[in-house]
């Protein structure tokens, strides 16, 4: 452990001295997110819709078939019942709800008001909007048709409620995102930089004559690292609570924990990339080019993963921002705990162990 300790010491000194180096570290997750947080905005599809139909008419039944032939809504995945609807979206089984009481087929007939409930996981201001709007629009054409040669079309409307993010706030859904994929970056660049200025400096092979073994090495300059990691997270973290007022309504504890397994993942990928390459320069393009582009493109933060082929599907376990972009959303936004969470802490500590160990037999190798 002393030796680990030197060589944690050893790196800190490092990351002190290079003041840019550590401004850039510092300086650029935060505007990262200012920017992104502002500029992202996309269209939602193939939503996940839960419906209990309490009428059980033929025009219900039309209803909801007119829900699920649209472009935009899916069938959920299995919903028992709906004595806990928040449960259902903490689950991830629907993020929508359509809740049909008796009285549907009367109220087509133009009788008396009626009301269909819509409940919607507005953790996803997109999303949220997006449902709003399809909806409306289904119903509204469902009521032309059923109007026939009437001049009055039936009085029904559309009860909606937003939970979890009421202002359907886009900021909410996409800077949590954000804060995954700059952790992602920046821990693997870091680490990636690290045995590279190593070796541009002649100084590995001095390392690597000493008592010192390649894993104690590794370990040894990953620790100073996952503090300046975490402390780029605590600092994006803070900037969208405080800046962009994202609600905590989950442990921050267990995301704590979580999030030092995902800095770990990233850090081994970083270590694993310099170990393969010789220089800085050729160390920081091969981070960008694998963390950045499957962060953004392969973890659910832009894309949703349910629509992508299914090869690029199988891609995506292997990328640590899956994992965690899910963990952070689900404690943050939807109070979600351990219960819920825990097949996502399950990856993505299985995918940390097998980066690390990955990383710290290709460098004993390539030490040898």
Do not use: C
């Not at 800077?175 to 002649?202: D, H, N, P, Q, Y």
């Not at 073994?213 to 300059?221: C, F, S």
């Not at 921050?252 to 800095?263: E, K």
């Not at 081994?268 to 981070?287: H, R």
Request: charge should be positive; avoid cysteine; glycine fraction near 6%.
């Amino acid at each position: 452990m002393n030796r680990i300790g030197q060589i944690a010491l050893k790196e800190l000194r490092h990351i002190v001295r290079d003041v840019r180096s550590l401004v850039i570290a510092i300086l650029m997750p935060v505007l990262m997110t200012f920017l992104y947080g502002y500029a992202i905005n996309l269209d939602i599809k193939n939503i996940k819709l839960a419906v209990f139909d309490f009428d059980h008419s033929q025009a219900s039944r039309r209803l909801v078939s007119d829900f699920y032939n649209s472009r935009y809504f899916i069938p959920a995945d299995r919903v028992p019942s709906l004595t806990d609807p928040e449960a259902i979206f903490k689950a991830g089984r629907a993020h929508v709800i359509l809740t049909i009481r008796p009285g549907l087929e009367a109220a087509l007939s133009g009788r008396f008001p009626y009301e269909l409930g819509l409940l919607v996981d507005g953790a996803d201001a997109n999303l949220a909007a997006a449902v709003t709007s399809y909806s409306k629009i289904i119903l509204y054409r469902l009521l032309e048709e059923m109007k026939g040669n009437r001049l009055n079309v039936p009085r029904i409307s559309l009860s909606q409620q937003v939970l979890y993010n009421p202002d359907l706030k886009s900021s909410h859904f996409f800077v949590l995102g954000i804060i995954a994929v700059i952790l992602m970056l920046i821990s693997a660049l870091l680490t990636s930089l690290t045995i590279a200025r190593e070796k541009e400096s002649g100084t590995m092979e001095q390392l690597l004559t000493t008592p010192v073994k390649p894993h104690e090495i590794i370990i040894g300059k990953v620790i100073p690292y996952i503090a300046l990691a975490a402390l780029d997270g605590l600092l994006v973290w803070a900037f969208g609570v405080f800046h962009f007022g994202i609600p905590i309504n989950g442990s921050l504890g267990l995301l704590s924990a979580f999030g030092v397994i995902f800095l770990v993942a990233a850090l081994s990928i970083g270590i694993l990339i310099s170990t393969l390459v010789k220089t800085q320069q050729v160390a920081m393009l091969a981070t960008f080019v694998t963390t950045m582009m499957p962060s953004v493109l392969l973890s659910g933060f832009v894309f949703e993963i349910r629509n992508m082929p299914r090869v690029l599907q199988a891609i995506t376990y292997i990328v640590p921002a899956r994992y965690f972009i899910s963990i952070i959303r689900g404690i943050m936004l939807k109070g979600s705990g351990f219960d819920v969470l825990w097949h996502q802490a399950l990856g993505l500590g299985i995918l940390a162990l097998v980066l690390l160990t990955i990383a710290i037999k290709k460098f004993e190798i390539r030490s040898t």
